[in-house]
């Protein structure tokens, strides 16, 4: 099934590009803090390649919040 911090952690990142993007209704504040709790959360409950997976998406949070 996967680790569902990892899934949320993904999703959560897909959320709030979408509202930087302006494709979604959400509010992009909301969307960013909970995407970095969920990367939070994930990582430390992730395997090796699940955290090189992470970082990416940190980096992806990061270039909407610069």
Do not use: C
């Not at 930087?20 to 992730?46: M, R, T």
């Amino acid at each position: 099934m996967g680790n569902p911090l990892f899934q949320k952690a993904r999703e959560a990142v897909m959320i709030a590009k979408q509202a930087a993007n302006g494709q979604s209704n959400v509010d992009l504040q909301h969307a960013i803090e909970v995407a970095k709790n969920a990367l939070s959360s994930a990582y430390a409950n992730s395997t090796t390649a699940e955290q090189a997976q992470l970082r990416q998406f940190q980096e992806e949070l990061d270039k909407i919040t610069h």
